[in-house]
C-alpha cells in the first residue's frame, strides 16, 4: 500500500535543475506530523539518503548534495526537493519517505513510509 507519490522527474542537463514533489496518496494520512525525508538508487549502487525536513522546518543533507539541493514542505502535506547545480553523479531513482522521528533521519530503517520512487536523469 503505498502512501506517498512522487512527481518531477526527467530528463536534463548538467548544469540544470529539477524540483521533485511528494505527497500522499489518501487524503486521511497523517503526513503533517511526519519526518519526510529523499531517497535515492544510483544504477548499481544501495539506495541512500538525500535530504530530510523535520515538522518544524529544520533540514539536513548528506554532503553529496549539500549547497546544490534544497527541502521544503508545505501546509498542503507536500514536500518538496529543489536541485540545482546537477551532475551526471546525481542519476538515480528518488524516493520519497516519511518517518515519526523516534531514531535518526539518515537511515533506510528511519522511515515507514514510501512512495514508488521518480527517475532523474542528468546528462553530460
Known amino acids: 500500500q503505498a502512501h506517498l507519490v512522487e512527481s518531477g522527474g526527467g530528463l536534463v542537463q548538467a548544469g540544470g535543475s529539477l524540483t521533485l514533489s511528494c505527497t500522499a496518496s489518501?487524503?486521511?494520512?497523517?503526513?503533517?506530523?511526519?519526518?519526510m525525508g529523499w531517497f535515492r538508487r544510483a544504477p548499481g549502487k544501495e539506495r541512500e539518503f538525500v535530504a530530510a525536513?523535520?515538522?518544524?522546518?529544520?533540514a539536513v543533507y548528506a554532503d553529496s548534495v549539500q549547497e546544490r539541493f534544497t527541502i521544503s514542505r508545505d501546509n498542503a502535506k507536500n514536500t518538496f526537493l529543489q536541485m540545482n547545480s546537477l551532475k551526471p553523479e546525481d542519476t538515480a531513482i528518488y524516493y520519497c519517505a516519511g518517518g515519526h522521528g523516534t531514531g535518526g533521519v539518515r537511515a533506510l530503517h528511519d522511515y515507514m513510509y514510501w512512495g514508488q520512487g521518480t527517475q532523474v536523469t542528468v546528462s553530460s
Open positions: 525536513i523535520g515538522r518544524s522546518g529544520w
Open positions: 489518501e487524503r486521511t494520512f497523517d503526513i503533517d506530523n511526519l519526518i
